[in-house]
């Protein structure tokens, strides 16, 4: 089992930038691909972004390419969100996942943190 922990969330001016964080105890990070999704209220949870567990693959829905960028450091057990550009429409609450399948058209597989909240103002 793998326990997670986001921070890096909070409150920005629309077109500002955010760099989530996810870090990792427990099992062995290094082997888990990483994932970011996010629920927007009143709404089902998405898929953002993704990693392999070697960083050699990184996947991103539509709306996220070009502005989001997702990195992982092993070292430090930690895997990042660099949130640019970002809207109104961006604002969730932003979920870490760990998994051992480097497939991402579900979010019923793996392990989550608990949150952390994005709010873009207008």
């Known amino acids: 089992q793998v326990q997670l922990v986001e921070s890096g969330g909070g409150l920005v001016q629309a077109g500002g930038s955010l760099r989530l964080s996810c870090a990792a105890s427990?099992?062995?990070?290094?082997?888990?691909?990483r994932g970011w999704f996010r629920q927007a209220p009143g709404k089902e949870r998405k898929f953002v972004a993704a990693?392999?567990?070697?960083?050699?693959?990184?996947y991103y829905a539509d709306s996220m390419k070009g502005r989001f960028t997702i990195s992982r450091d092993n070292a430090k057990n930690t895997v990042y969100l660099q949130m640019n550009s970002l809207t109104p429409e961006d604002t969730a609450v932003y979920y870490c996942?760990?998994?051992?399948?480097?497939?991402?058209?579900?979010?019923?597989?793996?392990?989550w943190g608990q949150g952390t909240q994005v709010t873009v103002a207008s």
């Open positions: 996942n760990a998994r051992s399948v480097d497939s991402w058209s579900s979010d019923a597989f793996g392990s």
């Open positions: 427990g099992r062995t990070f290094s082997t888990y691909n």
């Open positions: 990693i392999s567990w070697n960083g050699a693959n990184t």
